[in-house]
C-alpha cells in the first residue's frame, strides 16, 4: 500500500507567488550615520600609542645566530606578542635554517647600537 503525499495548499500558494511578496518590505529611504560616530585623531593617536608600549609585531631586524652548528643570519627570531598574542609574522624563524641542524636553540642579538 502506498502512501501518496500531497503538498499542502499553502506551501503550493507561496511558491506559485512572488517570493518577494512574501518577506515584509524593506524601507524606501536612506539611513545616513551619524557624524559624530568617528573618533578624532587624539584618540586613535592614544589608543596606538597605548597598544605600542608592549607590541613587538614590528620591531627591526636582527642577527641571529644558531648555537648548535654557529649558523647565522639576519632577520627576526619569532616570538609572541603580548598585545597580539594570535598574530603571525610568516617571515621570523623558529629554528636553525641551515637543512642539517634544524635546532630551535637560536638567540637573537640586535642590530642597532
Not at 643570519?73 to 621570523?92: E, I
Amino acid at each position: 500500500m502506498k502512501k501518496e503525499f500531497h503538498k499542502s495548499s499553502s506551501l503550493s500558494k507561496i511558491a506559485l507567488s512572488d517570493q518577494r511578496n512574501t518577506f515584509p518590505p524593506m524601507s524606501t529611504g536612506f539611513v545616513s550615520k551619524p557624524n559624530n560616530t568617528l573618533p578624532n585623531d587624539t584618540q586613535i593617536q592614544d589608543t596606538t600609542a597605548s597598544s605600542n608600549n608592549n607590541c613587538i609585531c614590528n620591531r627591526p631586524a636582527s642577527h641571529i645566530v644558531c648555537t648548535r652548528c654557529g649558523f647565522e643570519l639576519v632577520g627576526r627570531l619569532q616570538k609572541v606578542c603580548p598585545d597580539h598574542p594570535k598574530k603571525l609574522a610568516l617571515m621570523d624563524h623558529r629554528e636553525c635554517p641551515n637543512r642539517l641542524c634544524k635546532s630551535i636553540h637560536l638567540i637573537e642579538v640586535s642590530l642597532q647600537q
